[in-house]
């Protein structure tokens, strides 16, 4: 297992360092938990390069990743400590092939839920168990310490794989803040992304709304009548608005993700189909279990 050296600078790679974004506040908790002792330099895109549509071609999701790993040799051949933070799916054994040794990764993604359609159900089916297995051939070959962000992937792991590894690293992300006196029904993040549009029920968030509650929306633009967008926004703008909120709803593709977190966080219940009780295996509390398909009215909420 690679150890860190106490009193060095630490380079970290970030392909996403923002506060608005999932994968940013990910990226920043990691730093605090991991590196927060150690001298850390951030570096991204924007860093290595200064015009815009440079910045914005190798920010690239499936870009970034490449360009980190060829960071990372550049420190790891000047004698440097490095890390890889965040765009670190399993899925993905490019990342852990190329990445120089004993380089500080983390956390590692993925989820394990999919719906069925044209698109992406035989390459997370049938090939992205796969790729997992291929993953995590060189990730007991790195001997390095493996950190997860959820546990939606044990499942896919080894007996060996599994000792050694950290799961649910996202849960440091809790931290109960005050409660406030709440004057928002829902707020609810919507994102498009294929995966998550699947399992983002339009048809709930209209009976919701039929019902008579105000619905304010995060992220990408939900192009329904009636609904307030704020789209992207700060996380300190997030968390004002958590405050004041009294319910959401979760994702089934992530059930604990940073926004799930940051409800948690701020007393926001979080409304969830029943089918997912046995998923719910902490702060259960905060969650509303739910029959979507068979609920027509949610005044009930109301009480």
């Not at 996403?16 to 999932?22: E, K, L, Q, V």
């Not at 092939?97 to 983390?106: A, H, Q, R, V």
């Not at 159900?121 to 962000?149: A, D, G, H, M, Q």
């Not at 509650?213 to 704020?230: C, Q, T």
Request: glycine residues 4%; proline residues 2%.
């Amino acid at each position: 297992m690679s150890t860190i050296q106490k009193n060095n600078l630490h380079y970290a790679w970030v392909c996403d360092y923002a506060s608005n974004s999932g994968e940013g506040n990910l990226a920043r908790l990691f730093v605090k938990k991991k590196l927060e002792k150690y001298p850390v330099k951030i570096i991204t895109s924007q860093d290595l390069f200064k015009k815009k549509f440079l910045i914005n071609l190798f920010s690239h999701k499936y870009i970034s990743p490449f360009i980190g790993i060829i960071y990372c040799w550049v420190v790891f051949i000047k004698g440097k400590e490095k890390a890889y933070i965040n765009y670190l799916p399993l899925w993905n054994f490019f990342i852990f092939l190329f990445l120089p040794p004993k380089t500080l990764l983390g956390p590692i993604t993925g989820g394990a839920n999919y719906k069925k359609n044209k698109k992406e159900y035989f390459i997370r089916k049938f090939l992205f168990p796969i790729f997992y297995k291929i993953s995590e051939v060189f990730l007991n070959f790195r001997n390095c310490e493996i950190i997860f962000s959820t546990n939606l992937l044990k499942d896919y792991l080894s007996k060996k794989t599994i000792k050694k590894s950290k799961f649910n690293f996202i849960f440091n992300y809790y931290k109960k803040n005050l409660k406030y006196s709440k004057t928002i029904d829902f707020l609810i993040y919507h994102r498009n992304h294929l995966n998550k549009n699947n399992f983002f029920s339009y048809n709930l968030i209209k009976k919701i709304k039929n019902s008579g509650f105000k619905i304010y929306v995060i992220g990408h633009k939900l192009k329904m009548s009636g609904v307030k967008n704020y789209e992207k926004i700060s996380n300190s703008k997030l968390i004002n608005l958590l405050k004041k909120t009294r319910y959401t709803i979760s994702s089934d593709e992530n059930l604990y993700n940073i926004f799930t977190l940051e409800c948690i966080n701020n007393h926001v219940k979080i409304l969830t189909d029943v089918s997912n009780r046995e998923k719910i295996t902490h702060f259960k509390k905060n969650f509303i279990f739910l029959n979507f398909k068979n609920t027509n009215h949610f005044n009930f909420l109301l009480k």
